[in-house]
């Protein structure tokens, strides 16, 4: 007990989470799943608008992902695929969490996801229903075979991010049972616990972000109204 007091009374709070990247995490969350439930229940007026909210984040995190802070950078989180192995043949080693943002496998599975969503949302652009009632805005630009291709890979790529969050969430319940690593108290704070001597990530600034997603929501209601 008195060694374990000892590692953690050097612990300190440390911001490893910018607000953007949070609400971001969360908002995608709640509108992921509503999106494909408006489908299966044939709300397609709400699966559109869904869609669009949704396309709206996606440019915004891509361009957080280059401009943003620390944490959130493709070229911070993103190593080689042979270091996210190495990570992956260490899971069963318990041992303090001291990772400023995410692992080395947790920052390819981000990027899966994030290509994921990508390909979802560009053949929905151009995907339809197969009744002719509804079809994406693109639709009418690229013909039919090309508007009933999308459709299929739009099908597809759905039940594959579907795969890839539950991997994402069974990957969050195995870091807290067999590491006893709290993946989602930083995501929803900001803040982490970290030894002192951990070098803080650098915080880009809020109103970025803010004009960032103003111009990746005007984008995105351009492409709903005018495309």
């Given at each position: 007990?008195?060694?374990?007091?000892?590692q953690?009374?050097?612990?300190?709070?440390?911001?490893?989470?910018?607000?953007?990247?949070?609400?971001?995490?969360?908002?995608?969350?709640?509108?992921?799943?509503?999106?494909?439930?408006?489908?299966?229940?044939?709300?397609?007026?709400?699966?559109?608008?869904?869609?669009?909210?949704?396309?709206?984040?996606?440019?915004f995190?891509?361009?957080?992902?280059?401009?943003g802070?620390?944490?959130?950078?493709?070229?911070?989180?993103?190593?080689?695929?042979?270091?996210?192995?190495?990570?992956?043949?260490?899971?069963?080693?318990?041992?303090?969490?001291?990772?400023?943002?995410?692992?080395?496998?947790?920052?390819?599975?981000?990027?899966?996801?994030?290509?994921?969503?990508?390909?979802?949302?560009?053949?929905?652009?151009?995907?339809?229903?197969?009744?002719?009632?509804?079809?994406?805005?693109?639709?009418?630009?690229?013909?039919?075979?090309?508007?009933?291709?999308?459709?299929?890979?739009?099908?597809?790529?759905?039940?594959?991010?579907?795969?890839?969050?539950?991997?994402?969430?069974?990957a969050?319940?195995?870091?807290?049972?067999?590491?006893?690593?709290?993946?989602?108290?930083?995501?929803?704070?900001?803040k982490?616990?970290?030894?002192?001597?951990?070098?803080?990530?650098?915080?880009?600034?809020?109103?970025?972000?803010?004009?960032?997603?103003?111009?990746?929501?005007?984008?995105?209601?351009?492409?709903?109204?005018?495309?």
């Open positions: 007990m008195a060694r374990r007091a000892r953690t009374q050097f612990l300190l709070p440390m911001r490893v989470w910018d607000a953007p990247t949070r609400l971001f995490h969360w908002l995608l969350v709640v509108l992921l799943p509503a999106c494909f439930l408006a489908a299966e229940l044939g709300w397609m007026d709400w699966h559109l608008r869904l869609g669009y909210a949704v396309l709206a984040l996606f440019l995190r891509i361009a957080w992902g280059f401009v802070s620390d944490t959130a950078r493709f070229g911070r989180f993103l190593t080689s695929p042979l270091a996210g192995l190495r990570h992956l043949a260490t899971f069963r080693v318990r041992e303090p969490d001291t990772q400023v943002g995410h692992n080395a496998a947790g920052g390819w599975m981000v990027l899966v996801m994030l290509l994921l969503i990508g390909v979802e949302l560009g053949s929905g652009l151009g995907a339809n229903d197969g009744l002719g009632v509804y079809e994406g805005p693109l639709a009418r630009h690229v013909g039919e075979h090309a508007s009933d291709l999308l459709t299929v890979i739009h099908a597809t790529t759905k039940l594959l991010l579907i795969v890839a969050v539950g991997l994402h969430v069974l969050i319940v195995l870091y807290a049972v067999v590491k006893r690593h709290d993946l989602v108290r930083p995501m929803l704070t900001g982490k616990r970290l030894p002192a001597a951990t070098r803080a990530p650098r915080m880009a600034s809020s109103l970025l972000a803010l004009l960032l997603f103003a111009l990746a929501a005007a984008v995105a209601v351009v492409v709903a109204t005018r495309v």
